[in-house]
């Protein structure tokens, strides 16, 4: 089965000349079919009118009953003399013609109609159209057709010396307009032909002017490479529409350039930590050759290179772990453990160390049971007493609380000792970051340990962070008690 082809939608400035093209040409074409059918509405009006005023005066004239039937014949053309275009037939019930105009025979189709009894009972006004030999020739039509507005109705009056019924129709003829509408409704449709492509063309460069800052924009942003990271676009000389998009922008600038300055940063300190053991490897294996040595000699210089040996080798084991934490590997088991129980094993471990330097380590805290691996639970632990014992002036105390949250358990490992900077706190995760980039690690471990601690807390979708002041630096561990 084939696919079908990938179609590429149509740009947004196509789609807003479109869509808005066609709104104002849709309101244009409105307001001329309103103007065309209030022209229209308007001559019935005063066809209407005209013919309603000509029926009572003829009307009145034929029922004086003053008047003989030749003046009254009179007065009836002397009415209507001052009506251009107006036609009167007048029959009696039999259909003989009484009276008739110029025109008036054109009106006697009109009476065959199947509504023609309906109208004249209730006075209607109608169209009829027929063909005249009188009318006037015009353009667009092969014949000679007039259209009449009729009124027609019946009355008593005494003609040819007695009272008899009567049927008058009144036609006005509405050629004239017709023809002026059929005009204006051409002359309207070609200038809003002409003014809809006007409309297209002033609207597609009005949207191509209104584009223009964001290809302003775009061609901004094509100028940031990975060598000016640093860049930024100013969000107030944009319109409000593009702040927001700015602003963001910036903010994964700022982002990419932490990630590439990281990344720089971290080539450059994981080669001067792997060139430092390397080096005293090389240095050491230089003496050992440079003249005999007894075998307790080679011995201490092997067990030196061994030191160095286990240290690269921990090293690339971290880096392994960030590896596998960066790429979303890092799988943490999940048993129910109690996370006191694993604070006191680290404690077990560090024993001899603390004795050492006369620090002493103590617990705080309930059994607290969570949800996740252990083992890496332990690992975590062990960087961050690891690091608390370092910098724990001696004669003083390491404590380690626990506490229950309502959906988690926090971890808390504090230290008395040197505080440590504000600004420097949010970095202390990152890899190899020292808040004194003057001081060399003698032994201090690989850099990487707190960056350790919170990716196995990530995995475990906790959170880490410390804070540090005059009386002492915490390290806060918060866990979910079962992970979801």
């Known amino acids: 089965m084939r696919a079908k082809p990938f179609r590429r939608p149509f740009s947004l400035a196509l789609r807003l000349t479109f869509f808005i093209s066609l709104s104002t040409i849709l309101a244009f074409f409105a307001f001329t079919w309103f103007m065309l059918h209030s022209v229209e509405k308007h001559f019935a009006e005063q066809d209407i009118s005209d013919l309603q005023q000509i029926s009572t005066a003829m009307h009145r004239i034929l029922q004086s009953p003053a008047d003989p039937d030749q003046k009254k014949i009179s007065k009836l053309k002397e009415s209507i003399t001052s009506y251009r275009n107006v036609a009167v037939l007048l029959l009696d019930p039999q259909g003989k013609t009484l009276f008739s105009s110029a025109q008036g025979a054109a009106l006697r189709p009109a009476m065959n109609a199947a509504d023609f009894s309906a109208h004249r009972r209730a006075q209607d006004v109608f169209l009829w159209t027929v063909?005249?030999?009188?009318?006037?020739?015009?353009?667009?039509?092969d014949m000679k057709m007039e259209t009449y507005r009729i009124i027609a109705s019946s009355g008593t009056a005494t003609l040819q010396g007695e009272a008899q019924n009567y049927v008058m129709l009144i036609g006005l003829s509405i050629n004239f307009h017709l023809h002026y509408l059929d005009a204006l409704k051409k002359n309207l449709f070609a200038i809003a032909a002409v003014i809809s492509l006007l409309i297209i063309l002033i609207i597609r460069i009005a949207v191509r002017q209104g584009h223009l800052p964001l290809r302003n924009v775009s061609n901004a942003i094509k100028n940031i490479?990975?060598?000016?990271?640093?860049?930024?676009?100013?969000?107030?000389?944009?319109p409000v529409e593009l702040e927001q998009l700015v602003i963001s922008f910036n903010h994964m600038i700022e982002k990419i350039e932490d990630v590439f300055t990281r990344q720089a940063n971290f080539s450059a300190d994981i080669a001067h930590e792997i060139r430092t053991p390397i080096t005293n490897l090389v240095t050491q294996t230089e003496i050992a050759l440079s003249q005999n040595r007894s075998p307790k000699e080679l011995e201490d210089v092997l067990y030196s290179s061994l030191e160095e040996y286990n240290r690269m080798t921990r090293m690339v084991s971290d880096m392994l772990f960030l590896a596998q934490a960066d790429n979303n590997q890092l799988i943490p088991d999940r048993v129910m453990f109690d996370l006191r129980a694993e604070v006191?094993?680290?404690?077990?471990?560090?024993?001899?160390?603390?004795?050492?330097?006369?620090?002493?380590?103590?617990?705080?805290?309930?059994?607290?049971?969570?949800?996740?691996?252990?083992?890496?639970?332990?690992?975590?632990?062990?960087?961050?007493?690891?690091?608390?014992?370092?910098?724990?002036?001696?004669?003083?105390?390491?404590?380690?609380?626990?506490?229950?949250?309502?959906?988690?358990?926090?971890?808390?490992?504090?230290?008395?000792?040197?505080?440590?900077?504000?600004?420097?706190?949010?970095?202390?995760?990152?890899?190899f970051y020292r808040v004194d980039p003057s001081r060399q690690r003698k032994g201090e471990g690989s850099g990487i340990g707190l960056a350790i601690v919170k990716s196995i807390v990530a995995a475990h979708h906790g959170k880490v962070r410390v804070e540090s002041d005059a009386v002492s630096t915490r390290f806060i561990l918060s866990v979910p008690k079962k992970v979801t």
């Open 131 to 141: 063909e005249d030999p009188a009318a006037p020739m015009h353009a667009g039509h």
């Open 225 to 238: 490479t990975s060598e000016n990271l640093d860049a930024r676009l100013e969000p107030s000389r944009v």
């Open 344 to 431: 006191v094993k680290v404690f077990d471990f560090f024993e001899a160390w603390a004795e050492e330097r006369n620090i002493t380590l103590n617990v705080n805290g309930q059994p607290c049971l969570t949800e996740g691996d252990p083992q890496m639970f332990r690992r975590a632990i062990n960087n961050l007493l690891s690091n608390a014992l370092r910098y724990t002036p001696e004669g003083n105390a390491v404590t380690v609380s626990l506490s229950e949250q309502e959906n988690d358990v926090e971890l808390v490992v504090e230290n008395p000792g040197t505080p440590i900077p504000q600004e420097h706190l949010p970095r202390l995760f990152d890899r």
